[in-house]
């Protein structure tokens, strides 16, 4: 049974960093592109980094660039995104998602791209 779940999240005053983990069983992270994205209401999902399947290319979106980093631990099955120099306008819902798509690239940031989806997890950030 495929399965990715968040953790990590938390309430943070600007400047602050985070960390969040996803975990995933099913499959291995390896074999598969993670991506991480972020909602807020009323607002489309947004990409916000994503580490490649096998080669671990990694990708971010400009407003996260230099200040989050992504990265993979396969002996844990685990996917992982810090977040530093947090910002109020990074408060959003947290979502790791994974696709087996072979050339995801470029289109990374397309949320419609992953199948599987985690639940969530809530970062806020204070001013």
């Known amino acids: 049974q495929v399965q990715l779940v968040e953790s990590g999240g938390g309430l943070v005053q600007a400047g602050g960093s985070l960390g969040l983990s996803c975990v995933v069983s099913g499959f291995s992270v390896n074999d598969f592109s993670i991506g991480w994205f972020r909602q807020v209401p009323g607002k489309e999902r947004e990409g916000v980094s994503c580490?490649?399947?096998?080669?671990?290319?990694?990708y971010y979106a400009d407003s996260v660039k230099g200040r989050f980093t992504i990265s993979r631990d396969n002996t844990k099955n685990t996917v992982y995104l810090h977040l530093n120099n947090l910002r109020p306008e990074d408060t959003a819902v947290y979502y790791c998602?994974?696709?087996?798509?072979?050339?995801?690239?470029?289109?990374?940031?397309?949320?419609?791209?992953?199948?599987?989806w985690g639940q969530g997890a809530q970062v806020t950030v204070s001013s």
């Open positions: 580490i490649g399947r096998r080669d671990g290319t990694t």
């Open positions: 998602a994974a696709t087996e798509a072979p050339f995801l690239g470029i289109n990374w940031y397309r949320y419609k791209e992953y199948l599987y």
